[in-house]
């Protein structure tokens, strides 16, 4: 029917054990969604050449970045070696109240803070097919030591356990079928009534 | 992962304004979707030739059809032309527990009785693109007089308030593009993580 239309757009999160392959599904996504935007994270690393401000990231300095993180106008954030790195909250707000849907890949303690600050988002936990798999993914991919990989390994123990606070879990084990499984789970979401706007009613 | 298993099937509603296409869509997803079953009705009215108990309906007599009524053992029940026809709960429930997911067509009221009875049934409101194309669609294959046809054009008026109360909506311009959005909805239902059986805890 012509007069239904959304709210506002719809925050998708892709989140998993570090190794599951969250970036490859993301950059997948959004080259097949239309209507699916990039988030902009924050950081206070320095920009490489040919990376503009607003596009890439926002580069902002420790104290601009702390500040803000004060003010809770991150939705996450954490510190990577030596450089913090965020969600601004204010910029997701707006493209979500233009109507743009935004999709993000982040690791389970982003994922986690992120429902905690906006419950409706709509969080996707990617599982690799098994344990074993997922660490010869680990392993093929790293330069670590031998150590540094069980602990990650060991970490994705536990962080397969925090599926059961997620709204959908994928299976990727195979990029194409886990990029479909996403592409559902985004289109039932549009479809959903309770993201509709209410005519107003006048008496 | 190995280990992770639905808890029970879901039973997915489809319904809508009279004239809509209820039918021609379920139809077609019955065929389309794996792992998808028909409902099997219950009702009062004589057995067709070729038809068969069990499979096209469940036949009773209209003291044992009361009767179920009585025990609460339908999901939803009304009378047409003077014969019943209900959703048996205990069929149902029975596809449901080993893992079937079930899809039905039916009148709003019935739906609405249904997410009564089953709360975590999913309900699809399908949508006319305009009530003007409805009323062509009715007009179109009725052989009703005109003014029935304005009481269903008015009823139908009614049931697109009902809109609100349902979990999607899906408008049926066309077919194919109807069919392939409640396909996504099946899709994401089937990875929501809410349905997963829980591992049980053991100390």
């Given at each position: 029917?012509?007069?239904?239309?959304?709210?506002?757009?719809?925050?998708?999160?892709?989140?998993?054990?570090?190794?599951?392959?969250?970036?490859?599904?993301?950059?997948?996504?959004?080259?097949?969604?239309?209507?699916?935007?990039?988030?902009?994270?924050?950081?206070?690393?320095?920009?490489?050449?040919?990376?503009?401000?607003?596009?890439?990231?926002?580069?902002?300095?420790?104290?601009?970045?702390?500040?803000?993180?004060?003010?809770?106008?991150?939705?996450?954030?954490?510190?990577?070696?030596g450089n913090l790195y965020g969600t601004p909250r204010g910029y997701v707000e707006k493209e979500l109240s233009e109507g743009c849907d935004i999709a993000m890949d982040i690791e389970c303690r982003g994922a986690a803070q992120i429902k905690r600050m906006m419950p409706e988002a709509v969080l996707i936990f990617l599982t690799p097919p098994s344990m074993e798999e997922l660490k010869a993914r680990l392993l093929a991919r790293s330069t670590d030591s031998q150590e540094a990989i069980e602990k990650r390994v060991k970490k994705a123990e536990v962080e397969m356990g925090e599926i059961y606070t997620y709204d959908y879990y994928v299976m990727n084990d195979d990029l194409r079928t886990a990029v479909e499984d996403i592409k559902k789970i985004i289109g039932a979401e549009r479809l959903k009534v309770s993201r509709l706007k209410r005519p107003s009613v006048t008496k």
């Open positions: 029917m012509h007069g239904l239309k959304r709210e506002r757009g719809i925050l998708f999160v892709i989140s998993g054990p570090s190794g599951v392959g969250k970036n490859s599904v993301l950059t997948q996504l959004l080259k097949e969604v239309p209507g699916l935007c990039y988030s902009v994270s924050a950081t206070t690393r320095q920009a490489r050449k040919g990376e503009v401000d607003g596009v890439n990231y926002f580069f902002m300095t420790r104290e601009q970045f702390l500040e803000k993180v004060e003010t809770g106008d991150f939705l996450e954030h954490e510190e990577y070696v």
